[in-house]
């Protein structure tokens, strides 16, 4: 009987016969010819954003503060409400303005591009401090605004104030803050025996004021529900010193003052003026805290010894601004330092 060729019954082995030969194959070649000699990668370097990087840390470090934080103009009522007051005309000419649509273009890129938790994760570096506090006081004639701000207060929760009649003619600690956190890091620097003491010794001079930032409406809401707890914690006199602000931070306004960010606590000095003289963040150091209890002794002390000779109506009139800069009156009061 002939046979087959041999490629016929190669032919007809099944493909399960075939694998179960061929592992058998490889698994009598020798495993020595097919190992590798390649080196292990090289470890990444050390990101700068790294919890644990030291250079991070670094990086992050608050710097005293070299400039007059402020705006340009003198501060006036009304201003910076958040309140569109356009007419109709005027705000379709700007819908169909194409350069206003670049500016708004830039705006909410900037606001995209701004990392949500950032200001959260920058919380880790010195408890979020931003500057530190310089141990004198800013030249008069260098120095910035404080803007105007509108909120409601524990005297009139029902009708929006102006925080810049409340600066007029006296000088004033101000607390900037919003939320627990940061209402307790301002304290730091407020809450000693010599500071409330200058305050009690010149009542109608020197005054302290709180400015609670709430731009969330539920946030807001709350704070409105529970005032009558946050009245009994400041006396009668004090509740018109009590800002509830709900819009009008703008981040240009933001960054002017050095409010860069929103989840610690700022406190400025702020002359008869409404001058910036002094300025501190975060968790207040033991020498920031002498330098806040110095500056604010000497400039209580030139502030009464200079409007002594100035009367109150030439004030007025310059509050109100009706007095030019050339006036000797308005040259000696703006000379205070």
Same mark, same amino acid.
């Given at each position: ?59 992050? !470090? ?46 909410? !890129? ?6 949500? =938790? ?34 409601? !207060? ?5 009708? !929006? ?64 529900? =529970? ?9 009668? +006199? ?49 020498? +920031?805290? +002498? ?47």
């Amino acid at each position: 009987m002939l046979q087959p060729p041999s490629f016929v019954l190669r032919l007809r082995v099944s493909p399960i016969q075939l694998g179960l030969q061929r592992s058998v194959l490889l698994n009598r070649l020798p495993t020595h010819r097919w190992a590798t000699t390649l080196p292990p990668p090289p470890p990444l370097p050390p990101s700068k954003n790294s919890k644990s990087g030291a250079k991070g840390d670094e990086d992050h !470090t608050p710097k005293p503060l070299r400039k007059a934080l402020g705006q340009l103009e003198p501060p006036r009522p009304g201003e910076n409400s958040g309140i569109d007051h356009r007419s109709w005309r005027q705000r379709r000419n700007d819908f169909v303005n194409y350069e206003s649509h670049l500016v708004r273009r830039k705006q909410l !890129t900037a606001a995209v591009a701004k990392p949500y =938790f950032r200001e959260w994760s920058n919380m880790r570096f010195y408890k979020g401090k931003t500057f530190v506090a310089v141990p004198k006081l800013l030249r008069a004639t260098k120095s910035l605004h404080f803007p105007n701000l509108q909120g409601v !207060t524990l005297s009139s929760p029902r009708k !929006t104030q102006d925080t810049t009649p409340t600066f007029h003619d006296r000088v004033s600690i101000v607390r900037v803050y919003s939320g627990t956190w940061a209402e307790r890091q301002t304290a730091t620097f407020t809450k000693n025996p010599e500071l409330k003491q200058i305050i009690a010794e010149n009542k109608g001079t020197a005054q302290e004021v709180n400015i609670n930032i709430e731009e969330n409406t539920m946030k807001a809401f709350l704070i409105r529900l =529970f005032m009558y707890r946050i009245r009994k914690q400041f006396p009668k +006199e004090d509740h018109n010193k009590y800002f509830l602000v709900r819009r009008g931070i703008t981040d240009e306004l933001a960054e002017a003052i050095g409010f860069l960010n929103t989840k610690v606590g700022y406190v400025y000095l702020v002359d008869g003026l409404s001058r910036i003289r002094w300025a501190g963040s975060g968790m207040a150091e033991p020498h +920031e805290r +002498e330098g806040l209890i110095k500056c604010a002794r000497r400039l209580v002390a030139d502030w009464r010894s200079d409007r002594a000779e100035i009367t109150v109506a030439t004030r007025d009139a310059i509050h109100n601004e009706k007095v030019p800069d050339s006036d000797p009156s308005y040259q000696k009061l703006a000379a205070v330092h």
